[in-house]
């Protein structure tokens, strides 16, 4: 299993009655009153810290995304963070971008310009990350019509395609791209083009969209394999019916995981910022979660067919219940052992490969992320790289510049 260092990179010093005080942690938070320009210099040099570390521990990728107006991940441009960590990896983990919200770039050739830019100078380590977006970014603050966020995305992903794979000048016209002349300077270094990951919350839309062009599908989700296992298992199901197989590294989901030498140190260590994460950073009203026309009518009537787990985690969170936390899987955490066992059992409950590793967790200060991080690289990671080995599968969706880590050695009796 690959498993990817991912940061939201969320603000660590939100006052105690934020969630009381402020309608949405995402869109309106006041900027001037509650964001700090000297601390946000001081996040960005951990965060980068942190995402260097993971390289030189051996992590397979450092993933980082793309969010607007929010304290809950103030990275307005992933791209930005990449470049910088192409030049400061040395130990070549991929680079995850997951990604460019492509329904907010007119023209879309600034997404296929900036990805070839970053494949070239990471010398094929891109993995290029094709999200729809969330309605709090294209919506409302990027002020795109909920109705035109998929059709938007769906011309994006064909005109960067071509404009990565069809050589230039060529005209492409459609609804929302008109251009006399793509000739994009330069094109990706890997051929036909980077590996293309989708990152979903549940559309079957997307699916599709990964099985019909054999991308990978990523579900970000904050709330665990509990309740991943019906969406993935329709994810699986949707492969079927199309004929697509089963090769695990299609699939990829994001847990919080906190470890620390004992299960009762980790309760300890992480709970209060845990806590701090589900009540400041998921702290979003529904009217601004999913402005109306932003899913179709097919992905609404599923996600009303699963169980929707936020209330339940924010309760926990407001109790800071770690008990609730820990056995509802909203985190994974304890000692390596421990949550090594959990995360095996996760990746073979939701038959993923693709692990996006959240180690950086709410208001968790440098020093303790430092800790969680060299902790979950020297003795979870051998004990769950090799847990899809022996059906034989192949990863076909790993930056072929990248390291490839896959015959480092296991822990002697770890279940793999």
């Keep these: 299993m690959k498993s990817i260092f991912f940061h939201l990179m969320p603000y660590r010093d939100l006052p105690e009655d934020f969630e009381t005080k402020y309608e949405s942690i995402w869109v309106t938070p006041p900027n001037a009153e509650l964001c700090d320009p000297r601390k946000v210099a001081q996040y960005y040099q951990w965060n980068l810290d942190e995402l260097e570390l993971a390289d030189r521990l051996g992590f397979d990728g450092v993933g980082v995304n793309e969010h607007h107006q929010n304290g809950y991940g103030f990275m307005a441009s992933p791209n930005l963070m990449a470049a910088a960590l192409a030049r400061r990896t040395p130990n070549n983990s991929a680079l995850m971008v997951l990604g460019n919200t492509l329904a907010l770039y007119s023209p879309a050739t600034r997404v296929a310009e900036e990805f070839a830019m970053l494949d070239v100078l990471s010398n094929g380590r891109l993995a290029a990350g094709f999200p729809v977006g969330?309605?709090?970014?294209?919506?409302?603050?990027?002020?795109?019509?909920?109705?035109?966020?998929?059709?938007?995305?769906?011309?994006?992903?064909?005109?960067?395609?071509?404009a990565w794979t069809r050589p230039g000048p060529f005209s492409f016209n459609g609804e929302y791209n008109q251009l006399r002349y793509v000739n994009p300077w330069p094109q990706p270094l890997q051929k036909p083009h980077p590996p293309v990951w989708l990152a979903g919350g549940g559309s079957v839309e997307t699916w599709e969209l990964a099985g019909n062009r054999d991308y990978t599908y990523s579900y970000l989700s904050f709330f665990g394999a509990k309740f991943g296992k019906k969406l993935m298992d329709g994810f699986w199901a949707k492969m079927d019916e199309m004929g697509v197989d089963r090769n695990p590294f299609r699939a990829g989901f994001a847990q919080l995981i906190c470890v620390s030498e004992t299960d009762e140190r980790a309760e300890q260590e992480y709970l209060e910022h845990c806590s701090y994460f589900f009540k400041k950073c998921l702290h979003i009203p529904g009217y601004f979660f999913e402005a109306p026309g932003y899913r179709t009518r097919k992905s609404t009537e599923f996600a009303i067919k699963t169980n929707q787990p936020g209330a339940i985690a924010a309760a926990a969170a407001l109790e800071k219940n770690w008990k609730t936390l820990t056995e509802e899987g909203f985190i994974v955490a304890g000692s390596p052992a421990t949550v090594a066992d959990r995360l095996v059992e996760l990746a073979k409950t939701l038959r993923v490969g693709n692990l996006h590793a959240l180690l950086q967790v709410g208001s968790m200060p440098h020093e303790l992320t430092k800790k969680n991080i060299t902790l979950f690289a020297e003795e979870v990671i051998p004990r769950i790289r090799h847990i899809w080995d022996a059906e034989g599968w192949t990863h076909n969706w790993w930056p072929s510049g990248a390291a490839d880590r896959s015959a480092e050695r296991a822990v002697t009796g770890s279940q793999a």
């Design 134 to 162: 969330t309605s709090m970014d294209v919506n409302f603050c990027y002020g795109v019509p909920p109705t035109q966020t998929r059709p938007r995305f769906r011309e994006a992903e064909e005109l960067i395609i071509q």
